[in-house]
């Protein structure tokens, strides 16, 4: 069992949160807070596996929270689940080796598949390693950027994944490198891998003569 502890400071999105975790088989809530102070208690009196937290509290930021308790030494795993779209703060989640990073709002079932994701690369780091396919194995399960295919980057990759989940309607590969600055060839690579690996759709627009644009949506 996953013992999770839920972090917002909107008492009702806490039990919204309580409810995905509690039907998600595998998972239970220990302990939920509502402010950083009431975190770093909660770590240490119920030691959780996994922290469901929001960016957003009212005595500091989310991830400056994360940083404090790394210092006091809690290697808890962090999902953050938040608002907070901007291009800085999911570097930062990077960084800091954040699991999962969730814009609000979402569905149980986007909610579930996050946590299921989780709990196999969990499950993966719990294996013996015997020769390098076993550390490759584990690197792949964990996301890392030792996963990605030569070229490219885990940090960049989540961003342009961020980005697209939160568009509205479909974007070029030019609106997304504006949006988080990089180049509109770095853009369209890594869009296309989405695509690739089914998380995106791509359509054709065209508009008079020339090539057609290709238009990318979140699936």
């Not at 917002?8 to 039990?15: A, G, I, M, Q, T």
């Not at 609106?175 to 695509?195: K, P, T, W």
Request: hydrophobic letters at 45%; a negative charge; aromatic letters at 8%.
């Amino acid at each position: 069992m996953i013992d999770v502890l839920v972090v917002d400071d909107d008492f009702r999105l806490v039990n919204i949160h309580r409810g995905f975790v509690e039907r998600t088989p595998g998972f239970r809530v220990v302990a939920s807070a509502r402010s950083g102070e009431e975190t770093l208690a909660a770590l240490e009196e119920h030691r959780p596996d996994l922290v469901l937290l929001d960016l957003y509290l009212p005595d500091v930021f989310g991830l400056d929270l994360v940083r404090r308790m790394r210092a006091e030494g809690h290697e808890t795993d962090v999902f953050v689940i938040s608002a907070a779209r901007e291009a800085d703060a999911v570097r930062a989640a990077v960084r800091l080796g954040v699991v999962s990073y969730l814009l609000k709002p979402f569905g149980f079932d986007e909610f579930q598949e996050r946590l299921e994701q989780y709990a196999n690369r969990r499950a993966g780091l719990a294996m013996a390693v015997r020769d390098q396919a076993d550390v490759d194995r584990a690197f792949e399960r964990t996301g890392s950027a030792a996963a990605m295919p030569k070229g490219f980057s885990a940090e960049t990759a989540q961003l342009v994944e961020a980005t697209l989940r939160e568009a509205e309607g479909s974007l070029s590969a030019a609106e997304c490198a504006e949006r988080i600055g990089v180049s509109r060839v770095s853009a369209r690579r890594y869009l296309e891998q989405l695509a690739e690996r089914g998380r995106a759709e791509v359509a054709l627009r065209y508009a008079g003569r020339g090539r057609p644009e290709r238009r990318y949506t979140w699936r």
